[in-house]
């Protein structure tokens, strides 16, 4: 099956800091998400991005489907950012696979 | 809001119970998802509806039953779990069209004692 893996699984960060969340993906994939997971269980939609480059706010987001990677930055970093993060692919029609995740812990 | 909503948010059962979780969505989609995730696990699709129709079941046991009666609507019964099923499961939905994107619950904490 597919592989999605995530880098780092661990980052602690103080507040104001910028980071890098990094999500390979093993095959080709129709699209790619990603979430924010809050410490209640709620996975919330972070981006929707297949390929190219998205911001909102403080978050952007880029996919290089052909190199079959995506990355999640974080700019001017918050306690509120804290939280797990996840890149979901969609391999076939209405199948998403998700990679572990990488913890965020965002000290003041 | 995500606009998928479950019940009950957390619940705990004894092994010879019989439990169900319910999932309904307000957003128009065709598909719907139940997902698993354990402390330390990546989540893991347990079962997909598209059109009412069940097109995956990713090897889940017997013990977890899911039902769709309708688009909106999306169930999991659960009967004489182990221990090791306690986990957060997850509902989620999707357009199941062109531009796919996935929007889950709240999750049901669940925990088998």
């Known amino acids: 099956g597919i592989q999605v893996e995530q880098s780092p699984p661990d980052l602690i960060l103080q507040e104001g800091a910028n980071s890098t969340l990094r999500c390979n993906f093993s095959d080709s994939v129709n699209n790619l998400q990603w979430f924010h997971q809050n410490p209640w269980g709620q996975l919330i939609n972070l981006f929707y991005i297949p390929s190219g480059t998205k911001q909102n706010g403080r978050l952007s987001a880029t996919t290089v489907a052909t190199e079959r990677y995506s990355l999640l930055y974080i700019s001017s970093s918050q306690t509120t950012d804290s939280g797990v993060y996840f890149c979901a692919v969609e391999l076939d029609f209405n199948k998403f696979y998700f990679g572990s995740g990488t913890k965020l812990n965002v000290k003041p | 809001e995500t606009g998928v909503t479950q019940t009950p948010r957390h619940l705990v059962m004894g092994m010879t119970n019989k439990k169900s979780l319910k999932c309904e969505q307000h957003?128009?989609?065709?598909?719907m998802y139940w997902y698993k995730q354990s402390a330390k696990k990546p989540l893991e699709l347990m079962f997909v509806?598209?059109?009412?129709?069940?097109?995956e079941n990713n090897s889940v046991p017997s013990r977890f039953s899911p039902e769709c009666p309708n688009s909106s609507h999306l169930f999991l019964h659960l009967h004489t779990l182990q221990p090791e099923d306690s986990a957060l499961y997850l509902c989620a939905s999707s357009p199941g069209a062109s531009g796919n994107t996935i929007y889950f619950g709240e999750g049901s904490w669940l925990t088998v004692v």
């Open positions: 957003l128009g989609h065709n598909a």
């Open positions: 509806y598209n059109f009412k129709e069940q097109t």
